[in-house]
């Protein structure tokens, strides 16, 4: 009998961190709506809260809550850019340490990353313009004209590179620092 409460003691705390960090992932969302300048720094943002989940659960526990952020942010957020710049990039915390650990030399992972982060940010574009038609964001890249529009693309895969590199910063300190101060883990 006593093999089974540590199982039902990691299972419900499984449940709660998941519940607030998808909580607080949702409510950086839902703000990054309603603060204009905020929709490429809030799913940013909101995505940081996957790393405790997948370094103490594992990475389905953290697929979860991406999955479920990503439609919660879809269906309430007010930003739909917002919403698909998460769905697209959000879940670069889960296998970010996939790519470190299986691609090792620095050019070669640089490039990798590159092209990753420019699919996913022309597939994003592409759905949004494309597919889903929104008004707004086929105006604004008519407006930019070529020249701006690569400039754009360019500056946001810098600014992911960048966010790599943070995230590494906050994995190192949340082990480090936060991770032995959590109870019931």
């Known amino acids: 009998m006593t093999g ?34 905020a ?38 957020g007010l930003d739909r850019e917002a919403a698909l710049f998460y769905a697209f990039t959000g879940f670069w915390p889960i296998v ?19 092209v990753f982060f420019t699919l996913m940010i022309g597939g994003m574009y592409s759905l949004l313009c494309l597919v889903l038609r929104v008004d707004a964001v086929v105006s604004e890249f008519g407006e930019m004209g070529t020249v701006m529009t690569a400039a754009f693309f360019t500056l946001l895969c810098l600014c992911l590179h960048l966010y790599d590199r943070v995230l590494g910063v906050i994995v190192l300190r949340y082990r480090k620092k936060i991770r032995p101060k959590l109870p019931m883990i």
């Open 4 to 37: 089974v409460a540590p199982v039902k003691l990691r299972a419900a705390a499984m449940t709660a961190y998941s519940g607030v960090f998808c909580a607080l992932s949702v409510c950086v969302m839902l703000l990054g709506g309603v603060i204009p300048v």
């Open 39 to 76: 929709t490429y720094a809030a799913p940013l943002l909101a995505s940081v809260f996957l790393v405790p989940l997948r370094d103490e659960f594992g990475r389905p526990c953290a697929w979860t809550c991406w999955g479920a952020v990503t439609l919660l942010t879809l269906l309430l």
């Open 96 to 114: 970010r340490e996939d790519v470190n650990a299986r691609v090792r030399p620095g050019p070669v992972r640089f490039v990798l990353k590159t």
